[in-house]
């Protein structure tokens, strides 16, 4: 996997899960509230809207931890390096910055 596959599998999976969550009769415990709430058109067009930037920016900084661009909670900043079950390395030195800039682009840029 490249670095770039890895950041794509978390844009990828952060809209899935807001289709999952935001489709009517969705079964997910997230969806059945999200039905509860009774929004109107507009209600529901914002509140789409405040869930995709909420979840951009949770990908998003969780993206930035792995790279070492800023702490994970309350831990020391770190950077981190990740590989995949192929050996492949994901991050580290040789590649920091890697994962922030594609994370950017992914979660800023609308890049897809």
Known sequence: MTTEEFVKGFHLHKQEMLQVYLSHGSDTHVGQLI??????????ATFEKLLDASFN???YSILLAFDGSTSIGNLEQQLYTIFDEKGNQLG??????????????YFHEGNS
């Open 57 to 59: 920016d949770l990908m």
């Open 35 to 44: 039905e509860k709430l009774n929004l109107s058109e507009e209600q529901r």
């Open 92 to 105: 580290g030195e040789e590649q920091c910055g890697d994962i922030e800039a594609l994370a950017y682009e």
